[in-house]
């Protein structure tokens, strides 16, 4: 295996608070790898800094041995990163169908004014709208579909951008345990396909179940890493999750 | 339900007919003037809505654009001789280009931000026009001659109709291409801009490329107005043509009609303007139209936020929803 994305000692602060400190991490290419932690951990900042939301103020990003960090969003996600938000981001007055094709990468100046929607555009964002169960709502606008339905179109838009790596910020919360389920296959379907996940999720039974290497953060740190199965009884991690083991033993 | 509706083609032929045909029939010098007041207002209205509907950010600054025009064209006419008609279009690249790079700076800001930072870009381009006195003449203005073609000077019956007829060219070259941009991929880009520009920004679309072309192409066309005016009044002062009112009614028009959509500012403009003239008239040099300008602002804010044209396919849609079920059970 080959490292994918490789972050190295990256540090963010925002004001007095170091949401990551000397962070360093690595996703291998082909795997589903999660990363955990407790609330205010610093993983959605993580996020954030891979993804060009925010600027590193020290440390490295590689991705395919490139470095990334410095570069706006949208050229990161030309790079193949793409990525959902914690709280599903939808353009909320758009169709389905137009949710699908924005993300459609466009090269060339000529293309720019050519017509928004084109025929096998729009085929592949109804396969994958079929996939997700949504192809009935192609032409509601994001709003009215349900919570669960639009973490699914947030899902199904980012592939319309073939990413190479795909970051998930809790692709299970506050979802129904059959769309769980559902959102599991998918991801697992499109991992055998080759596609590399980055998973931020607090349904452990989700990251147990779903990845092959877990990491762990802390206080903007990484504090362990490995199986699912060796994480989950690493005294490290329990600590950092329900406090001292003192306590936990009296 | 077979209700007869006509189809938005015949609408449109109709109306662009009767534009054509109006100087001819209407020979008030009057009624051909407020036309080519309103038909100049829609351009401007319908270019601002690149920027301000489709793209959503609010920009009071397009006066300056209007004024650049209007002085580029004065001066191309007195100083080199250039035909209005003809130089205000590409005189207008140049001051696209101006925008271009003022959108690149301006365009870091958003929201109420932005509003500041373009009603200032007015007030530098005023300013900059008062005090180059050698160039533009400063506060006292600047003169063309009277219109003519070819060394004739056009009299007075007829002075209006080339006028009416090369904005109503510009008004159908604005509308065709905000159409042509609402219905292709960069349109989609500015749109979803407006909805969430750190989400478009994410799913990979390049926004400052998007919203900097989006400003520069909305200035191109009321820079071109602007040239038209100027020789449509053969004279300009800054004072006149850098106006913030100018850059106001161009969002009051918008929003009236519905911002954001293709035909909104063109109907906003074919209200407001009419009305505007005819409360000056009536009402003489006083305040009032402003008043009442407010008013309607305030209705339609209140009534049809988000303007006429977006309400009314809102309450077609209702009633069609409401009468489909009986009809179909009775």
Known sequence: ????????????????????????????????????????????????????????????????????????????????????????????????LENMIVPVRQVGWRTLFSRGVKEHEEQRALELLALVGLVDYRDEEARKLSFGQQKLLEFAAVLMADPDLILLDEPAGGVNPVMIEKTMEFVEDLNRQGKTFLVVEHNMRLVMDLCQHVIVLDHGQKIGEGEPAVIQNDPIVLEAYLGSTNHAGA | MRRWRIPAGVWIGGAFLALLAFPLVQRSQYYQHVMVMTMMAAVLASSWNILGGYTGYTSLGHAAFFGLGGYLVALAHNYLGWHPFISTWFLAIVVMAVALLLGWIA?????????V???????????????????????????????????????????KIPFHYIVLALLCLTVLVSWRIRLSKFGLGLVAIREDEGKAEAVGIDTMV?????????????????????????????????????????????????????????????????????????????????????????????????????????????????????????
Request: aromatic letters at 12%.
């Open chain 2, 117 to 159: 930072v373009t009603i200032a870009m007015v007030f530098i381009f005023r300013i900059v026009a008062l005090n180059l006195g050698d160039i533009t003449n400063g506060a006292r203005g600047l003169t063309q001659p009277r219109p003519g073609w070819g060394g004739v000077q056009w009299s007075p019956e007829i002075i």
């Open chain 1, 1 to 96: 295996m080959t490292r994918m994305l490789q972050v190295e000692n990256i540090t963010k602060s925002f004001g007095g608070i170091r949401a990551v400190d000397g962070c360093s991490m690595a996703v291998e290419r082909g795997s589903i790898t999660g990363l955990i932690g407790p609330n205010g951990s610093g993983k959605t900042t993580l996020f954030n800094l891979i993804t060009g939301f925010h600027q590193p103020d020290a440390g490295q990003i590689r991705f395919d041995d490139r470095p990334i960090h410095g570069l706006v969003p949208s050229r990161i996600c030309h790079r193949g990163i793409g990525r959902t938000f914690q709280i599903t981001r939808l353009f909320w007055k758009m169709t389905v």
């Open chain 2, 210 to 330: 998007y919203k900097v072309l989006a400003f520069g192409i909305s200035a191109y066309f009321v820079a071109v107005a602007g040239g038209i005016y100027s020789y449509f009044f053969t004279y300009i002062d800054p004072q006149f043509i850098f106006n913030i009112f100018t850059s106001v009614t161009m969002v009051l028009i918008a929003l009236l009609g519905g911002r954001g959509t293709l035909w909104g500012p063109v109907l906003g403009a074919f209200i407001m303007e009419p009305l505007g003239d005819w409360l000056v008239g009536t009402f003489g040099g006083t305040q009032i139209h402003l008043a009442v300008f407010g008013a309607i602002l305030l209705g339609v804010m209140l009534f049809m936020p988000q303007g006429i044209l977006p309400s009314l396919s809102e309450i077609r849609i209702r009633l069609t929803r409401r009468r489909g079920p009986g009809l179909s059970s009775g």
């Open chain 2, 107 to 115: 365009l870091r800001t958003h929201g109420s931000a932005f509003v």
